[in-house]
């Protein structure tokens, strides 16, 4: 971990105002993924994984003959074009394809007439799954792994998949010193069926911090609490009155309840669905956070407030002036999930080697 990335102090102390959310307040760890080179032994989001040579890489063995072909592209095209955006937006000099890109293109060029020649796999064919985050107890203490493990790997399809139109995740806990020999080459899918299931290679910056929840998993009374605006004024809050009286509400879930992004730990983001209790089909207790796959670092308007300190200048001149050619600040990732929301990773809090689940949210 070379860099470090801080979520500015919340505006309002809540816990100050409402003394009752206290002991609501949960544990969370943003992890600030921002693009760059990780290694295999260092925690990452879409880096290399510390994948034992000796073992099988995960294929998804569903159908995917319902995806539409018109929207599938190679890996390498991907990565090509988002190579090629990002010089146009860094020299803003219009310039075209320069000798290195040319020869990535012909070397895509080759490869792709070389499978054409072959033909496309099946639509049944397993698809080699795609690395979404590795993360090391080290460097993410929140996380529940089973008794000797310390290092948790997620993959996905990249493809959608009915009856949620999400990709199907797998999720592996291991122990980093029983790997000895690494997969140099993982297998990569032929083709992902929405370029926001390629995600960039990123580096971690982890935060600790404290989360409450979001309005929606508020009891009632606690609801009818939050939405009561003599309250926040009787507490001597400064905020603009003007612009927050009429929906209290909003102001907490915006500022002060879950932060947006990547994390591990914390509350539920809720906002597409009212909440939607997980229960673990083992043993039927319910399932609890582990990881949030976020297509947004933060929200635009009022949401870049949980854009970092070190950010905080890039995130205003993006909600003011906008951003072009896919290089938004607030998605290094490059991932989107449904229709820019985040997926949940749930696990069981009984025994983490239970089956997770998956939610888009």
Known sequence: MVFVRTTPPRPVDVTAVFPELAPLARPAIRLHPRPGAPSAGESSVGGPLLWPAEEPWPHCEASHLHVDSGFRQPPAEVRLKRRMQARWHRDHN??????EEAAVKERNAAMLAERFAVGPPP????????PVSQLYLRDIPLLRPPAQADLLQVL?????????????????????AEVVDILATPPEPYEVNDDGYLLEPCVLAPEAITEYPNSLDLSPQMLRMV????????AGVDVDSSEHADCPRDFYDVHLADAPGWKVGGWPPWGRTD???RYCT?????????LTIASYEWDGGEGHSWAPHEEQAAA?????????????PSQPTKVEVGSTDNM???ICPTSPEHPHTDLIQ
């Open 282 to 290: 083992v043993c039927d207790v319910q399932m609890v956070p582990l």
């Open 316 to 328: 205003y001149a993006a909600n003011t002036t906008g951003h072009c050619c896919g290089q938004d």
């Open 227 to 234: 939405e009561d605006w003599s309250r926040w004024q009787a």
């Open 344 to 346: 949940q990773i749930y």
């Open 156 to 176: 996905w399809c990249p493809y959608d998949h009915d009856p949620h139109h999400k990709p199907s995740t797998a999720m592996f806990w291991r122990s980093a």
């Open 275 to 277: 909440p939607n209790p």
């Open 123 to 130: 639509a049944d064919c397993p698809v080699p799954m795609l």
């Open 94 to 99: 219009g310039q075209g394809t320069t000798p």
